[in-house]
């Protein structure tokens, strides 16, 4: 699975921007299904994205992977 997440700067504020996230899989891991319910977003098995308000990168990062180390997907 790869998945990317990245800051999106709104109207120039700094304080709990938008994180936009990226995932990408192959074989048996559904990102739609991730992204839907984890980062009100959506897209197809393999390749799909979402946002995550109120939270920083860093907390946006920490819980991606908590998802992923508990098969929370």
């Known amino acids: ?3 990317l ?3 999106s700067k709104i109207l120039g504020l700094d304080w709990f921007p938008i994180i936009k996230i990226s995932l990408r899989s192959k074989g048996d891991i559904n990102v739609q299904e991730m992204a839907t319910k ?3 977003g ?3 098995r393999n390749a799909a994205g979402g946002i995550q308000k109120e939270m920083t990168l860093e907390q946006t990062e920490e ?3 908590f998802l992923l180390k508990t098969n929370n997907i």
């Open 1 to 3: 699975m790869f998945f």
């Open 5 to 7: 997440i990245f800051r």
């Open 38 to 40: 984890y980062f009100n």
């Open 42 to 44: 959506g897209g197809h």
């Open 63 to 65: 819980k991606l992977l």
